[in-house]
Every structure is written in structure tokens, then in C-alpha cells.
């Protein structure tokens, strides 16, 4: 048995395997590019490294693709014969593995518990509290990031080399509260233990988008473009929020150029590309910029994934995209799929059957809610799609973009109300309750 730098318990007799998947581990927490042939080299060493395995599963489930799923599946099956081959394992390595079990069978929050559960006694184990805190980001459960980030930092030795990862993940889940202050001194606190912690600076960028404090926000992203540009695609989310920031401050020629270049580089289908891309053009639509023909490549790669309902965030954006070029077949497919979707059992199903469904109707402009008790129930609802406040405000907006459509001020004023307990108010969201006061004018005219 070996254990990693990062506290994981491993039945490995490869100390080029251990290296590799250290390396990796530091790829999942820094967002390296090089992770996924750290994993391979790991996998090379030691056939039968069964968190290897599990990390394979859980890395090709995590990109919610349907067509994925297979080798997931196949990762599964590798380190449940890794086990046998290594007469059980340890037991590290049992629960990562039953947690991807339990993620296959159709619970992203099932797995996250097993994983919390089974590192009760070392809560910053540093894999299991990573996939533990991604799982549960994509099922929009802040409550339980802060619990698990809280008991973490709470036995966390700042002398490990997770330390500043994990006080990055607590900065974050800190800000999804709106605690700011707390979130932006832990954040602080974790790159400055650890300047490769991107998710940390990530989390203060959070802090300064929902303050409002645009100019700050501009300058810790940009004072921190050397850590960060060196990351995975996570590289193009941190742009985005570059982005916002520039839209906020009315820079839209900065916007558009920070989207050519670095939001929207490569015509990629990853989910989480295309909900950047696709929620800035929205936004940037709605604040007046002329954005040209940048739709066309989100709505070509939207209409390719007109059926995956893998992940209802990810189809909600992918309907967007073609709801802004008008690609009404598309349209009524994903919505039928998304309709279908609600009929399951799986956790993804129910988030389809809550919020899916009715927020998929009033993109696509074949619904609009009628009262209060509706819109409440929307926006309480919003959380289950998963991501962070800043992603999901895109539906907020859009929610209010609809009812204000309709000319329902009050309705309109009720959705701010909900969205300042987050969110600093801000210029799109003023433009779109001035746009019904111009409704209602016509209206009155006509």
C-alpha cells in the first residue's frame, strides 16, 4: 500500500504509477491539459491501478456526453477486476470505486454522499473531496459544498500540498452563500498557498462579479492571466468572466475581442464551452452589441446535440443556440427530449421534470409564466440545473427578458428583488426593466 501526496491510500506497488497519478491528481485540482496523459502514463505503469481507473470513469462522466458514458462504464468495469486482481484493494480505492458506481446508476448526489461518507474520517483526502465537490457543483447543491468544504478546512493541515486546492473549493462554496467577505479572504488565503490554484482565483472572481466591483474583478483576472491561461478549457470559462466584467463596465469592443480570442478560441462541444460562449452572446445581444455571425457555430454544434439530455444544463444552453438563429426543428426536438427526459427516474430526470421542462418552453417562447407563485417556484428551482449563480443567472435573465416581454412589471421587479439577495444590480438587468416600461407605453398608444 502507498499513500499519494495527497493523502489517498492506494494498493499500487509502482512508484512510477504513484508519480503519474500524483500528477494527475495536481492536473484535476490545477485544470492542466497534461492530466489526461498523466492518467494514461499512470494506467501504463500499473494496469490495475484501480483509482486510476475510477478517476478515468469519473473524468468521461463528468462531460456529461452521452456517447461517454460507454467508457465510463468500461472504467468501471477495469477497476472492479483491478480490485478482485488485488484481492480487494484498499479501502480508498472501494469507495472511489462505488461512488462511480453509484454516478453510472444515475445519482451524481447518491455518489457524492458515498464519497463524503467513506472519507467521514479524513475529509481532505484531496480525489474523493475534489469529485465529491465537482458532483455535487453540477447538481447545484451549494449546501452541501460548504458542509463537506467546511469539515475539510476544519482537519486541514496548510502544510499539505493539497491545502491550497481545498481552501479554494471553501472560497468558493463560501461565495455560492453570498459570503463574501469570508469567500474572498479564503480565496486569497488558497492562492496564496498555492498560486496554481485556478479554481481559488476562479472563486474571487466570483466575489467581485456579484459585488458589482468590476474594476477589481478586471485587475485580479488580469494580474492573474499567468496561472490561469495556462489551464485546460477552464481557461476559456475564466475569459468569460472576463467578459461579464467588460460588459458591466460597457467595453464592448473588449467583449467582443475577449470572445474571439479566448471564450470562444476552438469550435469545441464541450458543455461547459458552449454555455460560456452561448450566455455572452446572449447577454452581449441584450446590452445592444452587434455580435455578426458568431451564432452560427453554436447553433450548428447545438443542433448536433439536439438530443442529449445527458445533463439539463447543457441542453438548455444547446437550446438557446438555436432558439437565437431561429432553427425551429432543433428547437422542437430538444424540447421534445427534454419533455421525454422528465418521464425517467434518474436524479437527471426529476431536474428535467422541475426545471427542464418549463424553463426549455419559455426559451423557445411557446410559454411564458402567468404569476408570481410560478416565477417563485422557477427561480427556487433554478439551483437544481447545477452550476454556479453566476452561470444560472443567465436563466434568471432570460426569465425576466420573458415576463417583461409580456409587459408584467411587477413581475419583472419581483425577479430583481430575488436576484439582488445574490447579485449586485447591473446594467443588462436595468436595461430589460426599462424595455417594459417602453412596452407598456406603446401599448398605452396603441
Not at 464551452?273 to 450566455?279: E, F, H, I, R, Y
Request: glycine share 8%; aromatic share 6%; hydrophobic share 45%.
Amino acid at each position: 500500500m502507498k499513500r499519494d501526496a495527497y493523502d489517498l491510500i492506494t494498493s499500487t506497488a509502482s512508484s512510477e504509477a504513484q508519480r503519474a497519478f500524483e500528477s494527475a491528481v495536481f492536473g484535476v485540482a490545477s485544470h492542466r491539459p497534461s492530466t489526461g496523459l498523466a492518467l494514461q502514463t499512470t494506467l501504463s505503469a500499473d494496469p490495475d491501478h484501480v483509482a486510476g481507473h475510477a478517476l478515468k470513469g469519473f473524468a468521461n462522466l463528468i462531460l456529461a456526453r452521452s456517447e461517454l458514458v460507454p467508457i465510463a462504464t468500461n472504467a468501471l468495469a477495469d477497476a472492479r477486476a483491478s480490485l478482485t486482481r488485488k484481492r480487494g484493494g484498499t479501502s480508498d480505492e472501494r469507495i472511489l470505486v462505488k461512488a462511480l458506481e453509484v454516478a453510472l446508476e444515475g445519482s451524481f448526489s447518491a455518489a457524492a454522499a458515498v464519497l463524503d461518507h467513506g472519507f467521514k474520517n479524513r475529509p481532505a483526502t484531496f480525489l474523493p473531496f475534489k469529485l465529491s465537490h465537482s458532483l455535487r457543483f453540477m447538481t447545484g447543491d451549494a449546501a452541501g459544498m460548504l458542509q463537506v468544504t467546511t469539515r475539510a478546512v476544519d482537519h486541514l493541515d496548510t502544510s499539505t500540498a493539497a491545502a491550497g486546492f481545498v481552501l479554494g473549493c471553501h472560497a468558493f462554496a463560501l461565495e455560492e452563500h453570498g459570503r463574501y467577505s469570508e469567500a474572498l479572504a479564503a480565496g486569497q488565503r488558497a492562492v496564496a498557498l498555492q498560486p496554481e490554484d485556478s479554481w481559488g482565483l476562479h472563486a474571487v472572481s466570483h466575489v467581485f462579479e456579484m459585488r458589482g466591483d468590476t474594476d477589481q474583478g478586471v485587475d485580479w483576472l488580469e494580474g492573474s492571466r499567468k496561472a490561469w491561461s495556462r489551464c485546460n478549457n477552464f481557461a476559456f470559462h475564466m475569459a468569460w468572466h472576463l467578459g461579464l466584467l467588460h460588459l458591466e463596465r460597457g467595453d464592448h469592443d473588449r467583449v467582443l475581442e475577449i470572445y474571439d480570442d479566448e471564450v470562444r478560441p476552438q469550435q469545441t462541444d464541450d458543455f461547459r464551452d458552449m454555455a460560456n460562449a452561448v450566455s455572452l452572446l446572449w447577454r452581449m445581444e441584450q446590452s445592444g452589441v452587434h455580435v455578426g455571425d458568431r451564432w452560427t457555430d453554436l447553433s450548428e454544434t447545438a443542433y448536433r446535440r439536439r438530443t442529449d439530455t445527458t445533463l439539463i444544463f447543457a441542453a438548455l444552453h444547446n437550446l438557446a443556440a438555436m432558439v437565437a438563429v431561429g432553427e425551429r426543428d432543433g428547437v422542437a426536438e430538444l424540447v421534445s427530449q427534454i419533455d421525454a427526459k422528465a418521464l425517467g427516474t434518474d436524479e437527471q430526470s426529476r431536474v428535467a421534470a422541475e426545471i427542464g421542462v418549463p424553463m426549455a418552453r419559455l426559451l423557445a417562447g411557446l410559454d411564458a409564466p402567468a404569476d408570481r407563485q410560478m416565477i417563485d417556484r422557477m427561480v427556487a428551482n433554478l439551483t437544481k440545473i447545477g452550476g454556479s449563480n453566476a452561470q444560472r443567472d443567465f436563466f434568471v435573465l432570460a426569465l425576466a427578458k420573458a415576463v417583461g416581454a409580456g409587459g408584467d412589471n411587477a413581475a419583472v421587479s419581483r425577479i430583481g428583488e430575488i436576484r439582488q439577495r445574490l447579485k449586485a444590480d447591473d446594467q443588462l438587468f436595468k436595461s430589460i426593466e426599462r424595455s417594459v416600461g417602453t412596452n407598456l407605453s406603446a401599448r398605452a398608444n396603441l
